[in-house]
């Protein structure tokens, strides 16, 4: 080996050397995971750089989903206590009474009544029980005849106050409108309360019937509650009974028989009719909804009221309780200078509710009547 081809010799191996350095180098950088070098894109494309390829771009946040709404549920109503019972009057009675006698020709309303004879018996509703079925003893009731003077027609607008027996209070107005002629009536009455803004109708009662000589002779009243179906009462005076719509009792008609509606009219008709009347009981058999009985009125004597009209003189009538029979108070006052109509009506109820309803108003609609 020639001394010139030594050096030459050393020079390609150092040159090797350092190209293989260079190739390293290059290497390690391109995966060394430095970041910001650029590394060539196609023509056209912006420069990519070695971080953007190695990083893991960030996934988006999802934005927030707002809850469901929640369903419009609507809120359950109050429940409001029972609603009163306002009404002239409003009893239980005990038994039906038994029939009474045969049926006898009725003369017409406006005839005169023929005295009865000495050794004739006190009428009756009651009859003896069959022999096969012995019971109690029959119910005999004497009807005082009264000298009668029916009211002018009239229309009363009444405030209604009650207290029901947990103590709670209600306010409300009635109205009682009686019409008339020289043979025959028709009169409503319409008690209500309010609630609220708004008038809420407890009671409608009408009556129409006949008069004569023993006053009102209702033919047939209606009752419609609030609440409940409507009902009637039928006065058959040639047939000598009441019937029902809402049951099946039956009673033998007694002279001066009035149903719930008239019974204040009545009373007010026996005080025209003479003052001397208004002493001990006045007894009077009225037909109600589903039964009858004889109502036995004490009269309390002379009172002064307060009423929206002033201060009224009046004469007080009261229904106590009966055993057996009706178990709630009924107190009428009747104001002389007011033709003898009642001014005042007060119904107290066995369970201690108290209904008063006060006259606030008084039109004659036919004073010459």
Do not use: C
């Amino acid at each position: 080996m020639s001394p010139a081809f030594l050096p030459q010799r050393r020079r390609a191996l150092v040159l090797g050397t350092l190209i293989v350095l260079l190739h390293w180098l290059v290497l390690s950088l391109l995966t060394a995971g430095t970041r910001g070098i650029a590394l060539p894109g196609r023509e056209g494309e912006p420069l990519l750089s070695v971080a953007q390829l190695l990083s893991t771009p960030p996934s988006p946040v999802p934005e927030p989903v707002p809850p469901p709404a929640p369903p419009m549920v609507q809120p359950p109503l109050p429940t409001l206590p029972a609603l009163p019972q306002i009404a002239v009057v409003e009893d239980a009675v005990g038994e039906p009474l038994p029939p009474g006698p045969p049926a006898q020709p009725v003369a017409p309303p406006d005839a005169p009544v023929p005295p009865a004879p000495a050794s004739a018996p006190p009428a009756t509703a009651a009859a003896a029980a069959p022999e096969s079925e012995p019971g109690p003893p029959p119910i005999v009731h004497t009807i005082r005849r009264y000298t009668v003077d029916v009211p002018p027609p009239a229309e009363l607008t009444y405030d209604v106050a009650r207290v029901d027996a947990d103590g709670t209070t209600w306010s409300g107005q009635a109205l009682l409108s009686f019409q008339r002629d020289a043979q025959s009536y028709r009169m409503r009455f319409e008690a209500g309360i309010k609630i609220v803004f708004a008038r809420v109708n407890l009671v409608a009662l009408t009556s129409e019937g006949h008069l004569g000589n023993t006053g009102l002779a209702p033919v047939k009243m209606t009752e419609k509650r609030r609440g409940r179906a409507l009902t009637a009462t039928h006065f058959d005076w040639p047939g000598n009974k009441v019937s029902f719509s809402a049951s099946e009792n039956q009673y033998a008609l007694l002279p001066g028989a009035q149903d719930k509606a008239t019974v204040p009219l009545q009373l007010a008709a026996i005080a025209r009719g003479d003052r001397a009347q208004l002493s001990g009981d006045i007894d009077m058999f009225v037909g109600e909804d589903r039964w009858g009985s004889v109502y036995t009125f004490n009269v309390v004597g002379p009172e002064e009221i307060d009423t929206p009209m002033g201060r009224l003189q009046t004469v007080r009538v009261a229904r106590p309780p009966k055993q057996g029979s009706y178990k709630s108070r009924l107190d009428i006052w009747l104001a002389p200078a007011h033709g003898w109509l009642p001014v005042q009506i007060r119904s107290s109820e066995a369970n201690g509710a108290v209904t008063t309803q006060t006259a606030k108003h008084i039109a004659m609609t036919q004073p010459g009547l």
